[in-house]
């Protein structure tokens, strides 16, 4: 079976797709004649070529805005970006965040501010 090269316009999906955090799956959709294996391999190929930085990891989950309300999305943001905020004060301590702490302290206090 001959192998379909690789067009400029596939090529600019896949990095432009990859670069906005889409798992491999996500791209594949995009590109339904393109198989997740052959979108991992050509992404892997450019990060090798240096023409596309490679991702800490990609990690399983889903984005908040397919299970939350856009309604909620403003309230879940604040939280990500303070959550966010409070690992790069720690970490620049050399310390490891406690999420759980945090979580409980977010929780506490803006529970508090409803109230008032």
Not at 12 to 31: H, N, P, Q, T
Not at 48 to 73: C, M, N, Q
Request: charged share 30%; proline share 3%; with cysteine.
């Amino acid at each position: 079976m001959k192998r379909l090269s690789w067009t400029k316009k596939e090529i600019g999906v896949v990095v432009s797709l990859y670069r906005e955090g889409c798992s491999f799956l996500d791209i594949a959709e995009k590109l339904p004649w393109r198989s997740v294996v052959a979108i991992k391999h050509k992404i892997i190929q450019l990060i090798k070529r240096g023409k596309l930085a490679e991702r800490k990891k990609e990690t399983p989950g889903i984005s908040y805005k397919k299970v939350l309300a856009e309604t909620d999305w403003p309230k879940m943001q604040h939280f990500l970006g303070e959550l966010s905020y409070y690992a790069g004060l720690v970490q620049n301590q050399n310390k490891e965040p406690n999420i759980a702490k945090f979580i409980e302290t977010y929780v506490e206090i803006f529970s508090l501010q409803k109230k008032s």
